[in-house]
């Protein structure tokens, strides 16, 4: 007998902290994010109107390659992981991805941030800043989930390929992408301290 993996979902992982001058870079970010944080007063607004235990930009700047030099250099990274990964997955393209929108997040101990998918893209991501001790790992589902009906559980022993749902942990300067229609969500923040990412879409 034999087996054929069909329909496989192919989740992107890098890493900027390789790169020359990563722990500088990743500080301006950090100290970039923080300063958000207290001037974006949209930003708060919204965070608030939403329960969004933190910070985001996600309601409030969509500009921030070209407002501040530190995102204009992590675009430029972004566009070269999401390239790799357009290719990876044998994507027919009349042109380079493009990056259609990019927001900052600060969750704090406590928060989280529900299943969900990013309509409008086609790739979409996170890169993480600080995750400290106990932060929350990003949670991935099986697309497949709702039509499974009455599939039995699978064993512990199980390969992640089989699970319903993956746990990625990832460091500062992790690269996570995936198809936009992925469905994920990131768990209780269960570090005394906040965990700082970056999320992205390409279109």
């Not at 600080?130 to 989930?145: I, N, Q």
Request: hydrophobic residues 40%; neutral net charge.
């Amino acid at each position: 007998m034999s087996l054929r993996p069909l329909f496989v979902t192919q989740v992107y992982e890098a890493s900027l902290a390789a790169s020359p001058g990563f722990e500088g870079f990743n500080a301006e970010l950090a100290d970039a994010i923080r300063m958000l944080s207290v001037e974006d007063g949209a930003g708060r607004a919204w965070c608030r109107a939403h329960g969004y235990r933190g910070y985001t930009s996600y309601g409030s700047l969509n500009d921030l390659p070209q407002r501040m030099p530190e995102f204009a250099e992590l675009k430029r990274h972004l566009d070269r992981h999401a390239l790799a990964y357009a290719k990876a997955l044998n994507f027919d393209l009349a042109r380079k991805p493009r990056l259609d929108n990019l927001w900052v997040n600060i969750l704090k101990p406590g928060g989280g941030h529900s299943g969900h998918i990013h309509p409008h893209a086609f790739l979409s991501g996170t890169v993480y800043v600080e995750v400290p001790d106990g932060a929350s790992a990003l949670k991935l589902e099986d697309p497949r989930l709702p039509m499974m009906m009455a599939r039995p559980g699978v064993t512990s022993d199980a390969s992640e390929a089989e699970k319903p749902f993956v746990y990625l942990m990832p460091k500062p300067g992790t690269v996570l992408m995936w198809e936009s229609w992925l469905r994920h969500e990131v768990p209780t923040n269960l570090a005394k301290s906040d965990r700082i990412s970056i999320s992205f879409n390409y279109a």
